[in-house]
């Protein structure tokens, strides 16, 4: 079994900064893609940042002002998100593309969420 579990949510106001973290756990032979995902109330769960080990991806609306990052000997993600605006307001879940130990198969997994609140 592998769990993700993401911190790093809050209340900040426009202009400032957050990152979020998300380590995942459990019996792990190896992961591919790692990103973030945000859903706002009444809308659909839109990609926020992916990245693996030969590419990186962002939304148009995040380019410039979010940075995603990796540490594969923690197994873990970051989403640095500078420069936040009312509009990335959302709860934000990571994902992750991880073969277990037992069967050595991909599935994606997601964690709980963790919310993000911009305040104008």
């Known amino acids: 079994q592998v769990q993700l579990v993401e911190s790093g949510g809050g209340l900040v106001q426009a202009g400032g900064s957050l990152r979020l973290s998300c380590a995942a756990a459990g019996s792990i032979f190896r992961i591919n893609e790692m990103g973030w995902y945000r859903q706002a109330p009444g809308k659909q769960r839109d990609l926020v940042a992916i990245?693996?080990?030969?590419?990186?991806h962002y939304a148009d609306s995040v380019k410039g002002r979010f940075t995603i990052s990796r540490d594969n000997t923690k197994n873990a993600v970051f989403l640095q998100m500078n420069n936040l605006k009312p509009e990335d307001t959302a709860t934000y879940y990571c994902?992750?593309?991880?073969?277990?130990?037992?069967?050595?198969?991909?599935?994606?997994?997601w964690g709980l969420g963790t919310q993000v609140t911009v305040s104008s």
């Open positions: 990245t693996s080990d030969v590419s990186t």
């Open positions: 994902n992750a593309d991880v073969a277990d130990l037992r069967r050595r198969v991909y599935r994606d997994y």
